[in-house]
T-cell receptor, first 113, second 113 residues
Framework: NAGVTQTPKFQVLKTGQSMTLQCAQD?????MYWYRQDPGMGLRLIYY???????DKGEVPNGYNVSRLNKREFSLRLESAAPSQTSVYFC????????????FGDGTRLSIL | GEDVEQSLFLSVREGDSSVINCTYT??????LYWYKQEPGAGLQLLTY?????DMKQDQRLTVLLNKKDKHLSLRIADTQTGDSAIYFC?????????????FGAGTRLAVHP
């Protein structure tokens, strides 16, 4: 059982390039999330998808777009990468609401030069 | 506001107990979580506590919750070198109309012989 799988694990981009980060979960979870992790700041929510077919902005959505392709997959796109988007990106999923714990992928380390 | 605060660093001797503290602000949080992050890895759920509990024990881990003071602590008994990691406190919040986790910045635990 793979849980939450993120690809790629590492990526280096030049400023202005675009890229899509992929996330898939095999736990039949309804809700999925994208976070970024920066030193000394914990995790900040970029976008979330409460259920298939819905997406909503989180705390830091500017410069990103998302697609909930189906129940399993939730992708994050950077249309024109900027150095400020250098970060570690985590995808997470949860079965439903009610405070159930989120399950995290291993992260994508993204550097933008 | 929505803040979860933790001290950034803790150093302990192998075999001693570690206590990591956290304060949160959302009094309506129903669950509070402790996650562990090892270098280069994602977040691993260690334990969580429901807000109507004062204490939860799971092997070497003890979680104490003081709801009046909005204070959460994680005690690791007989700390081992394998416990060296970053520990994140998180509260679940329904502010904004969706279930989300608010993370602290993380406490880096260093275990030395």
């Amino acid at each position: 059982n793979a849980g939450v799988t993120q690809t790629p694990k590492f990526q280096v981009l030049k400023t202005g390039q675009s890229m899509t980060l992929q996330c898939a979960q095999d736990m039949n979870h309804n809700s999925m999330y994208w976070y970024r992790q920066d030193p000394g700041m914990g995790l900040r929510l970029i976008y979330y998808s409460a259920s298939e077919g819905t997406t909503d902005k989180g705390e830091v959505p500017n410069g990103y777009n998302v697609s909930r392709l189906n129940k399993r997959e939730f992708s994050l796109r950077l249309e024109s990468a900027a150095p400020s988007q250098t970060s570690v990106y985590f995808c997470a999923s949860i079965l439903g609401g009610g405070g159930q714990p989120q399950h995290f992928g291993d992260g994508t380390r993204l550097s933008i030069l | 506001g929505e803040d979860v605060e933790q001290s950034l660093f803790l150093s302990v001797r192998e075999g001693d107990s570690s206590v990591i503290n956290c304060t949160y602000t959302d009094s309506s949080s129903t669950y509070l979580y402790w996650y562990k992050q090892e270098p280069g890895a994602g977040l691993q759920l260690l334990t969580y506590i429901f807000s109507n509990m004062d204490m939860k024990q799971d092997q070497r881990l003890t979680v104490l919750l003081n709801k009046k003071d909005k204070h959460l602590s994680l005690r690791i008994a007989d700390t081992q070198t394998g416990d060296s990691a970053i520990y994140f406190c998180a509260e679940n919040s329904l502010r904004g109309g969706y279930n989300k986790l608010i993370f602290g910045a993380g406490t880096r635990l260093a275990v030395h012989p």
